[in-house]
C-alpha cells in the first residue's frame, strides 16, 4: 500500500529565504507525483507535476525534483514571500490506477 | 489550466437530512472525477471515483449507502450525504483528470474543485 509522508510538518520562515518541502513515498511505482497549495478553507491548486521519468520541473520559483528509486520528492521556494503561505500536499498517482495519494502536507508561514 | 467547479460551497443542515453537492468539469468533459474529504488540519482522503454511465467505486470503509454518487453526464458529478450527523461535517473536495487531448490529459494531472464545507449540527 502507498503511503505517503511529508516533512516538516510545520515550518516558519521570514521572508526572503530560500526553502525546501519534502515528500517521500513508500512504492517507486508511481506514474506521476504532483504538488499543490491548500489555503486556509480552499481547494488545491496544482503548482507542478513530474512524471515518473522526470528528474525535475520548474515553474517560476518553484522547483521540483523527484529521485523515483529512492521514492523521494523535494519543493524548492526560492525568495519566500509572505504570499506563499499556505498548505503545501504533495500526491502520487499509482501506476495501473487514476487515483492520487497524497501526503498530510507541510503549513508555510512566511513572515513579513 | 481546467476548471472545475463545485456547488455549494457551503452548506449547514440539521442531523438527519440530507445533502446534495454538486462537481462540475466547466470547460472539459470528465468520464472520471473523485471525491475527497478532509478533516481540519489533516490531508485529502479518496472517498470514491466516480464513473459516468456506470456505478461509483467506493474506497475500503466508505459506505456506499450513506455517500451516494451519481455521474450524470460527462461535466456533472453529484456526492449525496443521506441521513447527515455531525461526525459527517468535513471538507469535502471533488477533482477530475485533465482533459483527453491537452497537454494535462496527456500527463494526467488532475485539478480539483473549491470544495464544500458541510457542517451538520
Known amino acids: 500500500k502507498q503511503e505517503v509522508t511529508q516533512i516538516p510538518a510545520a515550518l516558519s520562515v521570514p521572508e526572503g529565504e530560500n526553502l525546501v518541502l519534502n515528500c517521500s513515498f513508500t512504492?517507486?511505482?508511481?506514474?506521476?507525483l504532483q504538488w499543490f497549495r491548500q489555503d486556509p478553507g480552499k481547494g488545491l491548486t496544482s503548482l507542478l507535476l513530474?512524471?515518473?521519468?522526470?528528474r525535475e520541473q520548474t515553474s517560476g520559483r518553484l522547483n521540483a525534483s523527484l529521485d523515483k528509486s529512492s521514492g523521494r520528492s523535494t519543493l524548492y521556494i526560492a525568495a519566500s514571500q509572505p504570499g506563499d503561505s499556505a498548505t503545501y500536499l504533495c500526491?502520487?498517482?499509482?501506476?495501473?490506477?487514476?487515483?492520487?495519494?497524497f501526503g498530510q502536507g507541510t503549513r508555510l508561514t512566511i513572515n513579513p | 489550466g481546467a476548471v472545475v467547479s463545485q456547488h455549494p460551497s457551503w452548506v449547514i443542515c440539521k442531523s438527519g437530512t440530507s445533502v446534495k453537492i454538486e462537481c462540475r468539469s466547466l470547460?472539459?468533459?470528465?468520464?472520471?472525477m473523485f471525491w475527497y474529504r478532509q478533516f481540519p488540519k489533516q490531508s485529502l482522503m479518496l472517498m470514491a471515483t466516480?464513473?459516468?454511465?456506470?456505478?461509483?467505486?467506493?474506497e475500503q470503509g466508505v459506505e456506499k449507502d450513506k455517500f451516494l454518487i451519481n455521474h450524470a453526464s460527462l461535466t456533472l458529478s453529484t456526492l449525496t450525504v443521506t441521513s447527515a450527523h455531525p461526525e459527517d461535517s468535513s471538507f469535502y473536495i471533488c477533482?477530475?483528470?485533465?482533459?483527453?487531448?491537452?497537454?494535462?490529459?496527456?500527463?494526467?494531472?488532475?485539478?480539483f474543485g473549491p470544495g464544500t464545507r458541510l457542517t451538520v449540527l
Open positions: 477533482s477530475a483528470p485533465g482533459p483527453g487531448g491537452s497537454l494535462a490529459g496527456l500527463y494526467n494531472e488532475q485539478f
Open positions: 512504492d517507486s511505482a508511481i506514474y506521476n
Open positions: 513530474i512524471q515518473s521519468s522526470q
Open positions: 500526491a502520487v498517482r499509482v501506476q495501473g490506477a487514476q487515483k492520487l495519494v
Open positions: 470547460d472539459f468533459q470528465a468520464t472520471t
Open positions: 466516480s464513473n459516468e454511465g456506470s456505478k461509483a467505486t467506493y
